[in-house]
């Protein structure tokens, strides 16, 4: 990747971590939505735009070209061996959570039943796992990319899964933020292909405002999980009466 290709990609992600979006940089540059997506797509930023831009995340260039080596040298997962630490610990676990979707020190002080000391240990093995860097005064910095995923088939999917079969069904749905969908039909390997690309997108989109949510406070935001499944599948009651 070419550096001017690195420094508008690591200008894209700083925004979203600042919870900024395309509109925001347009009403800051009094340009439109459009040609503030164009000057993204094409690259085609001055240094005039380029400093704008940061001045908008009270950023300098400089601090922008020091946060793109940062993000270079990132993680984008763990390794095994960290998420496996990390199962083994549901507190350190839900601290690990916290952190990863930007909750400050205090928030999770305020949401959760640790004592300052026992947050402050925490973060501490957070830190030497390598996830995060614990600062003066419990700020916290974390040292993932913003494009973070666990492990596919890793530890922590694997918890995931186990709990999403037991827990998160384990509901009517029938609340205003609440959604199950359900639907059964015969499909080709060409209709699978499409509905899959599409249901990737919609992760996407779920992680885009994630991203763009951020500018809110925490007490403005929700834990939502969005889980999109979809395989060849028969009920057993059903299956039972196959010709095998």
Known sequence: MSQINEIIATLKKTLK???????????????????????FASKQFSLDRLESVCQLMNMEIVDLISQMKQLKQAPEALTTEQET???????????????LNHWRFQNILEEYKYSEAELIQLLAKLDKLGIIELLPKNKIKLLVDSNFSWLENGPIKQFFLK????????????????LLLSVNGMLSQGSISILQKKLSQIANEFTTLHHEDLKYPLAKREGTCLVIAMRPWELEVFHAYRRI
């Open 85 to 99: 630490k990390l199962v083994s610990d549901i507190k350190l676990l839900l601290v690990a959570i916290c952190v």
């Open 17 to 39: 971590a600042h919870g900024l979006t395309y509109s925001d940089v347009a009403a800051h540059l009094n340009l439109s939505e459009a040609s503030v997506k164009r000057l």
């Open 163 to 178: 709990h999403v079969k037991s827990d998160f069904f384990n509901d009517q749905f029938d609340k205003p933020n609440e």
